[in-house]
């Protein structure tokens, strides 16, 4: 099932970086697994996954719970932060992603928080969802 975990990771991946306007909002494609040295704000990162059978005596399964986190540092930063994570949630909330050996049975948004990170001197957005997939 770990191969699962990566193939949502992909195409979570791929949609964000094919929504023209949250590129446009970010300034480039700055969505990363690991950020770059010296990458400027906003940008988007992958944060905690994990998985859990979610198995049946007919099918096989999994439920995944992945973090996005919204990087931002712009004068009005917050608000920054709550467009693009609004963004996101568009994108992905819902979706059907298309995954590669597997069956996205939904997608959904479990929860969000936003907080200034002191230590950074930035707003962090944190984006929590939730994904049943199953194997084809």
Do not use: C
Not at 115 to 122: A, S, T
């Amino acid at each position: 099932m770990t191969l699962a975990t990566l193939e949502l990771q992909r195409a979570v991946f791929a949609a964000l970086a094919a929504d023209t306007a949250l590129i446009a909002a970010l300034g480039g494609p700055k969505i990363h697994d690991l950020t770059p040295v010296r990458t400027a704000y906003p940008y988007i990162t992958f944060g905690p996954a994990s998985m859990h059978d979610w198995s049946t005596d007919s099918d096989d399964g999994s439920e995944h719970f992945f973090t996005l986190n919204v990087w931002s540092n712009a004068k009005k930063a917050k608000a920054e932060a709550l467009l693009l994570m609004e963004r996101v949630d568009e994108v992905l909330h819902d979706a059907a992603l298309a995954l590669d050996g597997f069956r996205l049975v939904n997608l959904r948004r479990e929860a969000f928080e936003i907080r200034f990170d002191e230590d950074l001197g930035v707003h962090h957005g944190l984006m929590r969802f939730r994904a049943v997939i199953e194997t084809d």
